[in-house]
């Protein structure tokens, strides 16, 4: 059970953007990249598909914290399959999330040394990102929540920019509709899903809310939020750029910034990059925050301060493998596509028992 002091509540609204965080961060960057390769013109379509993942996985959330309003994942995994079932299963839930943060740092790392920051090794740029949001998430859950609220909104701006540049650009880019063929759409979605993840956070911050009656649509808003970002963002990108052009950009989002034109700024995608970096950073916090959260729950008699002590130099150096961008990319697609199985089959046999059990 959580048991929940003055810094460990969250607001529906809080619950919102931090859920939200955990899946809009670096991978909306690229993602387009891939997904034109697949769906073509129709990738936008494609990522509208792909959210039935996070729609799924909130809707069995939704289900279990009825049950269980102030249990979490970890709690019931031992409830339901026994405690060395139960433990094992949340040891790859505590892996999942160790990838998914050494994945986002690391492109991050990549990203700030082509763009913004290139005289810097990437271990300094790693031993920066993993201190400030290592510190960052030792705050406690509700720190993080304000974070990502405030930062959602500051940050919400570069993303609708684009808007002001319509004209530079055809309608045509994204014509014709349904174009690339049913088959591919779908292979796009899939491809989109893996895009999604992080909204498993869900099951390890719920009992945290401080209204568990606002569970249920604050999740659904955190999906419908995230969902609608994302077909955005990949819309927006094919629609300036065309097939052509966003194929071969690693990160063609970014590219997009390069059409904005404000007076007095003379590299808009310098300060575009600086400013999503905020993004970035709270996508990792919440990820080092899980990823405590759930050794706490294996090492209850050991001092927090000391976990976070302990996993720091993990977190320092698991980065380092992967300062090829491409390399990455590789090793991450055939990765997070076992993690979103794992995910799929945990949560749904935790239901599952839910139901039978009671």
């Given at each position: 059970m959580i048991n929940k002091i003055k810094n460990d509540i969250l607001t529906p609204s809080q619950f919102i953007f931090t859920v939200l965080g955990t899946m809009l961060g670096l991978g909306i960057l690229s993602l387009p990249n891939t997904l034109v390769k697949i769906s073509q013109q129709d990738s936008w379509i494609s990522t509208a598909l792909g959210a039935v993942y996070p729609l799924y996985i909130s809707l069995?959330?939704?289900?279990?914290?009825?049950?269980?309003?102030?249990?979490?994942?970890?709690?019931?995994?031992?409830?339901?399959?026994?405690n060395f079932?139960?433990?094992?299963?949340?040891?790859?839930?505590l892996i999942q999330f160790t990838i998914y943060s050494f994945g986002v740092s690391s492109g991050y790392t990549n990203l700030t040394r082509v763009f913004t920051a290139e005289f810097l090794t990437p271990l300094k740029l790693i031993i920066v990102i993993t201190t400030v949001c290592l510190y960052t998430a030792s705050k406690g859950i509700q720190v993080i929540g304000k974070m990502c609220e405030i930062i959602f909104y500051i940050t919400l701006p570069l993303i609708f920019l684009p808007l002001f540049a319509l004209n530079k650009s055809s309608i045509l880019n994204l014509l014709p509709i349904f174009g690339s063929g049913l088959s591919n759409i779908l292979k796009g979605s899939i491809e989109t899903v893996f895009s999604y993840t992080g909204i498993e956070v869900l099951f390890l911050i719920y009992?945290?809310?401080?209204?568990?009656n606002k569970i249920k649509i604050s999740s659904l808003k955190a999906v419908s939020l995230t969902a609608f970002i994302y077909i955005w963002i990949i819309f927006i990108t094919i629609y300036y750029f065309s097939l052509d052009v966003t194929s071969k950009s690693l990160w063609p989002f970014l590219s997009a910034s390069e059409i904005i034109d404000i007076p007095l700024i003379n590299n808009f995608?310098?300060?575009?990059?600086?400013?999503?970096?905020?993004?970035?950073?709270?996508?990792?916090?919440?990820?080092?925050?899980?990823?405590?959260?759930?050794?706490?729950?294996?090492?209850?008699?050991?001092?927090?301060?000391?976990?976070?002590?302990?996993?720091?130099?993990?977190?320092?150096?698991?980065?380092?493998?992967?300062t090829n961008e491409v390399m990455r990319r590789n090793f991450f697609g055939k990765v997070i596509p076992l993690t979103v199985i794992f995910s799929i089959i945990y949560v749904s046999s935790i239901a599952l028992l839910v139901r039978i059990k009671g």
């Open positions: 069995i959330c939704i289900y279990v914290s009825k049950k269980y309003p102030n249990h979490n994942i970890l709690f019931l995994s031992k409830k339901y399959f026994g079932l139960g433990s094992i299963l949340n040891l790859l839930f009992p945290y809310i401080n209204d568990k995608r310098y300060l575009f990059v600086l400013s999503w970096s905020f993004i970035i950073l709270k996508t990792i916090t919440i990820q080092y925050f899980i990823v405590v959260t759930i050794l706490k729950d294996f090492m209850k008699k050991t001092n927090p301060k000391k976990i976070y002590f302990f996993i720091y130099p993990i977190l320092i150096c698991l980065p380092l493998f992967f």
